[in-house]
């Protein structure tokens, strides 16, 4: 797989975890532990894409 498909995976993926955080909050019955793993899954993935976009 080149970096730039990478990447491309790695935003989309980024993306889908930004929806779903934002859906799970609005939801009334909100899993706080949830949500804070996806967010995490989230920065995880912000630090990787700007790695790779650095190179």
Same mark, same amino acid.
């Given at each position: 797989?080149? +970096? /730039? /498909? ?14 779903? +955080? ?34």
């Amino acid at each position: 797989m080149s +970096v /730039s /498909s990478h990447l491309t995976e790695l935003k989309k993926k980024h993306e889908h975890l930004s929806f779903t +955080v934002e859906r799970e909050e609005r939801s009334p019955a909100t899993d706080r532990l949830r949500i804070k793993t996806l967010k995490k899954e989230k920065l995880r993935l912000k630090d990787e894409i700007e790695r790779l976009s650095q190179h």
